[in-house]
């Protein structure tokens, strides 16, 4: 069983830049695609971000294409998000998520992922 830990949240002014992490123990990490979320105070959940098992397939929100990187180390077992240019309206706590049944490309569409961290507070300032 893969556990998840996210790390690197904080404060950041608008415009700045935040990495997360997402560490995972076990042995099977490589065989997790692995994504983050987002939820906003009063708003539902959404999918940010997601690498495949391999790191050769991401993708991302539109609300953070461009600006948002998501990048993923085996031998470290652990996946992160870089954010760029942030905006107070990326304020959320992230979740990160693994899943080693559905396609990548799939997971903006899907809450049901197999395993979910505890989640990191970002807050942006204006």
């Not at 830990?5 to 608008?14: H, I, R, T």
């Not at 123990?25 to 391999?54: C, H, L």
């Not at 693994?98 to 990191?120: K, N, V, Y």
Request: charged share 20%; hydrophobic share 35%.
């Amino acid at each position: 069983q893969v556990h998840l830990v996210e790390s690197g949240g904080g404060l950041v002014q608008a415009g700045g830049s935040l990495r997360l992490s997402c560490a995972a123990s076990g042995r099977t990490f490589s065989s997790y695609d692995m994504g983050w979320f987002r939820q906003a105070p009063g708003k539902e959940r959404e999918f940010v971000a997601v690498i495949s098992n391999s790191g050769r397939y991401s993708y991302y929100a539109d609300s953070v294409k461009g600006r948002f990187t998501i990048s993923r180390d085996n031998t470290k077992n652990t996946v992160y998000l870089h954010m760029n240019s942030m905006k107070p309206e990326d304020m959320a706590v992230y979740y990160c998520a693994a899943d080693s049944r559905w396609a990548p490309s799939s997971w903006p569409r899907r809450g049901d992922l197999e395993l979910w961290g505890q989640g990191t507070l970002v807050t942006v300032s204006s």
